[in-house]
């Protein structure tokens, strides 16, 4: 049975400082639901203080995972296959993935990713797309990352094809 160890393909350090950079945030949200329990113990805020804080704290912790999981985009590899992080998680098995390769970006697509896109092809001659592009703001905080991605996944098809 494949482990459930992903690693990141491109093996960017850049994504783990971005990540250790929103832990402190969590902070924020947290203080929001301590505050009103303090305030209650000190003095009367009054019905809306108890009211507005939490709502504040649930406001700034989904903002909080929101940011968490988009430091967690990217392509990772595992004995289990390829494993896309967009705004959904796509798993493909190693038996299935035919190859990979750069396509141009539809016209109706003007978001941050621009330029040439990496694709996952399957076997069956579907492909999976990435948000991992030469200009999209990983590689520009990491430059280098889009060909380190290409060439992993390249080494790793090659070494699980022998």
């Known amino acids: 049975m494949p482990s459930e160890q992903w690693e990141r393909a491109d093996r960017d350090p850049a994504a ?10 969590l902070a924020i949200p947290v203080g929001c639901l301590v505050v ?7 003095h009367r805020p009054g019905p809306w ?8 704290a ?9 940011l ?9 590899v ?26 141009p970006l539809h016209a109706w697509s003007r ?10 092809v399957r076997r069956d001659g579907t492909a999976a797309w990435t948000l991992l592009s030469r200009r999209s703001p990983i590689a520009l905080v990491s430059p280098g990352a889009f060909e380190r991605t290409v060439d992993r996944l390249e080494r790793e098809l090659r070494s699980r094809s022998q």
Do not use: C, Q, S
């Open 16 to 25: 783990i400082v971005l990540r250790v950079f929103f832990l402190p945030f």
């Open 36 to 42: 009103p329990v303090v305030m209650a113990f000190h």
């Open 49 to 56: 203080g108890y009211v507005i804080m939490p709502l504040a």
């Open 58 to 66: 649930l406001v700034l912790l989904r903002l909080w995972t929101l």
């Open 68 to 76: 968490w999981r988009l430091t967690r985009i990217g392509i990772y």
């Open 78 to 103: 595992g004995d289990a296959g390829v494993k896309v992080i967009t705004p959904r998680v796509t798993v493909i098995p190693w038996h299935e993935v035919e190859g990979v390769e750069t396509r």
């Open 111 to 120: 978001g941050t990713v621009r330029g040439d896109v990496l694709w996952i």
